[in-house]
């Protein structure tokens, strides 16, 4: 289990710790959105100051919060662009974003200054898109952060452990909002057995 960093012995965050970035990622249910409202859950017990986002465009199990895949829940603020997470963390001490697959390349610049500025900054998002290739910002985000933690899901197909997450649809949109009805976890075997490379030419 993540044990959370900046802590000291008497459990508490010191006045002056400095700010960190915590990378969440994995394929399609692996538990990346439980795992980061788990520790943005234990932030608000430690009195601590959070502010969490979601792309504008993730509205499948609510407009506004972060909901996992078995409902757990967590309220968020909806922004369109990464540029707009500056502007609205204010004086927080944690920062929460989840599907950070979606957002735009300045994800990643603007994760740097806020840990530069003292905030912790959680990140949950996708490492692959469908076709196994690496997702928007997170291969950047995982290489400037502090913390990476790869979550794992269960193979729909086999049982084995999945690191990918197939795409049943045949539409080729790199982005396409969905849940079991249109994705499958997949171990390597599983996802390359019935995944054609020349479909991507």
Known sequence: MFIEPGIDQGGAMGAKSSGWIEVICGSMFSGKTEELIR????????????????????????????VSHNENSIRSTPVQFADDILLLTGNSDVVGIDEAQFFDKELVAVSRKLANSGKRVII?????????????PIPA??????????????CMKCGSVASF??????????????????YEA??????????????KL
């Open 186 to 199: 997949r171990c390597r075997k599983c996802f390359y057995e019935d995944f054609d490379p020349k479909e």
């Open 141 to 154: 985000l995982m290489g400037i952060a502090e913390y990476v933690t790869k979550v794992r899901a269960i």
């Open 39 to 66: 520790r943005l859950n234990r932030a608000v017990i430690a009195n601590q100051k959070v502010e969490i986002f979601k792309p504008a465009i993730d509205t499948r199990y609510h407009d506004t919060n972060v």
């Open 165 to 182: 997450s197939y795409r049943l649809s045949a539409t080729k949109d790199k982005v396409m909002l969905g849940e079991k009805n249109v």
């Open 124 to 136: 949950a998002g996708l490492d692959m898109d469908f076709e196994g290739e690496p997702f928007g």
